[in-house]
């Protein structure tokens, strides 16, 4: 599987709706996680905790709703993700796009059975990394 360079939107409460009208626009198959399907309860359950639209022509589109206790402000509602198995090139980005920068979630496995982390660049640019690991553990 190749590295993916793909945009990720943060939006307050209204991913789904936001992607349900990319998919009218692009078409292509639109998958949604909920924070609920991760074992959240109450009014986060039904917010978006990822969203991908895989279009005919080749785009891809991602995004989520904004995670408790995150505001979103303008500019910082776009970011941009990484993804695929290449553990370690995967890796040494990560490294090296935080280096000068901050990272908010340092890169581990995951309830949904990826490696993932997030990290902002010295630019204040934000990065999720998600590494595909088969059988849930990484090499």
Known sequence: MPVLLNPYLTLDGTAREAMTLYQSVF?????????????AEGDLAAKVMHAHLATPDGLTLMASDIPPGEVVEPGSTVRVSLSGDDEDRLRGW????????????PL????????????????GIIWLV??????????
């Open 108 to 123: 581990a496995l995951q309830a949904w059975g990826d490696v993932f982390g997030q990290c902002a660049d010295r630019f």
């Open 130 to 139: 998600n590494i595909a690991v088969e059988g849930g553990q990484p090499g």
């Open 94 to 105: 990560f490294d090296g796009l935080s280096q000068g920068g901050e990272v908010h979630v």
């Open 27 to 39: 078409g292509g198959e639109l998958s949604v996680m909920t924070f609920g399907d991760m074992g």
